[in-house]
């Protein structure tokens, strides 16, 4: 949702406005997280507007959408912004992924009518995903705080920032103003497609203790195995599953669990 990004960001000062929302009773502050009041604010926030629109929304695409439709739909808008993969394939010097990619781009362009189709994977050219904020790790660039961005939802400073640069890599910034109802038709339909597959998430977040506790530590697993591709150093491994270990402690003290029979897993042992 790249094109979303400089509005959404533009809201983030009304909502540091906003009531600051209490921290669980007893939880320590994750480092990692040193604005935790506030995003478990724009959290909720984000949370009240999917459940009133985007989900409800996505529910009905899903009843009356034939599957073959929705999978062309979800085909077509990955292959219309695929050169936002390409070009952070360059920016970080990865040239024969940015070869791969680039003949997955034409050949799903055109064999694959203009991407309904998928022949690429196929034909063993498999889909990648590459951002600014990827691009940014690959040189070094820390993530910084996490910080959940209204409307869009789980980023942190280095990610957020870099979707005002993925935006000009971003082929619908280029339709003319004359053509803006295409321009917006299509924004509307990824916005229904991506909440379409996130669905068969919704079930995990409802049944956890503390959903964003869990959807912040998939974000910064997830982004920091896509950022060093997925050849994470031992030590921050051990970073990861430590602070996981801590979260997990914290919410079984927090739920009540008799420690006899509800253990957080054993800490990871430095080697």
Same mark, same amino acid.
């Not at 409802?206 to 997925?230: F, I, M, S």
């Given at each position: 949702? &790249?094109?979303?990004?400089?509005?959404?960001?533009?809201?983030?000062?009304?909502?540091?406005?906003?009531?600051?929302?209490?921290?669980?009773?007893? %939880?320590?502050?994750?480092?990692?997280?040193?604005?935790?009041? /506030?995003?478990?604010?724009?959290?909720?926030?984000?949370?009240?507007?999917?459940?009133?629109?985007?989900?409800?929304?996505?529910?009905?695409? #899903?009843?009356?959408?034939?599957?073959?439709?929705?999978?062309?739909? @979800?085909?077509? /808008?990955?292959?219309?912004?695929? +050169?936002?993969?390409?070009?952070?394939?360059?920016?970080?010097?990865?040239?024969?992924?940015? %070869? #791969?990619?680039?003949?997955?781009?034409?050949?799903?362009?055109?064999?694959?009518?203009?991407?309904?189709?998928?022949?690429?994977? &196929?034909?063993?050219?498999?889909?990648?995903?590459?951002?600014?904020?990827?691009?940014?790790? $690959?040189?070094?660039?820390?993530?910084?705080?996490?910080?959940?961005?209204?409307?869009?939802?789980?980023?942190?400073?280095?990610?957020? !920032?870099?979707?005002?640069? =993925?935006? $000009?890599?971003?082929? !619908?910034?280029?339709?003319?103003?004359?053509?803006?109802?295409?321009?917006?038709?299509?924004?509307?339909? *990824?916005?229904?497609?991506?909440? $379409?597959?996130?669905?068969?998430?919704?079930?995990?977040? *409802?049944?956890?203790? =503390? +959903?964003?506790?869990?959807?912040?530590?998939?974000?910064?697993?997830?982004?920091?195995?896509?950022?060093? =591709?997925?050849? /994470?150093?031992?030590?921050?491994? *051990?970073?990861?599953? &430590?602070?996981? $270990?801590?979260?997990?402690?914290?919410?079984?003290?927090?739920?009540?669990?008799?420690? @006899?029979?509800?253990?957080?897993?054993?800490?990871?042992?430095?080697?």
């Amino acid at each position: 949702m &790249q094109k979303t990004a400089c509005a959404s960001l533009l809201a983030i000062a009304c909502l540091t406005q906003i009531g600051c929302a209490s921290l669980p009773a007893g %939880a320590k502050r994750d480092p990692r997280d040193p604005w935790e009041r /506030m995003n478990r604010t724009t959290f909720k926030v984000n949370t009240a507007l999917d459940h009133a629109i985007a989900r409800p929304v996505a529910r009905t695409y #899903q009843k009356i959408t034939p599957r073959p439709i929705r999978t062309g739909v @979800s085909n077509f /808008m990955d292959n219309l912004f695929y +050169p936002v993969t390409m070009g952070n394939d360059l920016l970080q010097l990865k040239f024969k992924p940015f %070869a #791969q990619d680039t003949g997955r781009f034409l050949m799903n362009t055109l064999v694959g009518i203009g991407g309904l189709f998928d022949p690429a994977t &196929q034909a063993g050219l498999p889909k990648n995903e590459e951002d600014l904020g990827q691009t940014f790790g $690959y040189w070094g660039v820390k993530p910084g705080p996490y910080f959940v961005i209204p409307i869009l939802g789980p980023s942190d400073v280095r990610d957020g !920032l870099a979707k005002f640069g =993925d935006a $000009y890599m971003n082929p !619908l910034t280029y339709v003319h103003s004359d053509y803006n109802y295409i321009r917006y038709s299509l924004i509307g339909v *990824e916005l229904i497609d991506v909440r $379409y597959r996130l669905l068969p998430q919704d079930k995990i977040l *409802e049944e956890a203790y =503390d +959903p964003y506790t869990l959807l912040k530590n998939a974000y910064l697993q997830r982004r920091e195995y896509q950022v060093t =591709d997925g050849k /994470m150093s031992d030590k921050a491994r *051990e970073q990861q599953e &430590q602070q996981q $270990y801590d979260e997990e402690k914290k919410i079984l003290e927090e739920s009540g669990a008799d420690e @006899s029979s509800a253990q957080p897993q054993t800490p990871p042992q430095p080697k």
